[in-house]
């Protein structure tokens, strides 16, 4: 995605400061695994936020909250191999599915979290943030 094509995509989305490289560092050591590349390069342009894109609402955790918030709704209880990185403001959060190399974007619902409810999305984080607007989440 070029940073044109990001910055139309998101002018409706409000963007938290980028992520510092130290936060990205603490995070991998601290959970112990890599994000995907194409999360990271933009968690380094926004650090989560949140906001519409298309018709679709969109709320992005910070790289420093992801495993705070993981924690909370016990993902690893519920829907192991799950990152929950940010939800559509209601019901449903936003995960990669790391049970995969590629760790696709798949849709889980908070309540009543089980694998066997998750809904892939898209291929990559990228495709993922393309395809909002045309999402009927």
């Known amino acids: 995605m070029t940073p044109e094509d990001r910055k139309s995509l998101l002018v409706d989305f409000n963007g938290n400061p980028p992520a510092t490289p130290a936060s990205l560092r603490l995070f991998e050591m601290t959970a112990g695994l890599a994000l995907p ?65 590629i760790a696709p974007v798949v849709l889980v619902p908070f309540v ?13 984080f990228t495709a993922f943030l393309e395809a909002m607007p045309r999402l009927s989440i």
């Open 37 to 101: 590349q194409d999360y990271v390069d933009f968690l380094r342009y926004e650090n989560g936020g949140e906001g519409f894109i298309g018709s679709a609402y969109l709320i992005l955790w910070r790289v420093e909250e992801l495993l705070e918030l993981n924690r909370a709704y016990q993902v690893t209880d519920y829907a192991p191999g799950l990152l929950l990185f940010g939800s559509d403001g209601g019901g449903e959060a936003f995960a990669f599915d790391r049970r995969s190399d």
């Open 112 to 124: 009543g979290m089980d694998l066997k409810l998750i809904r892939p999305l898209a291929s990559t």
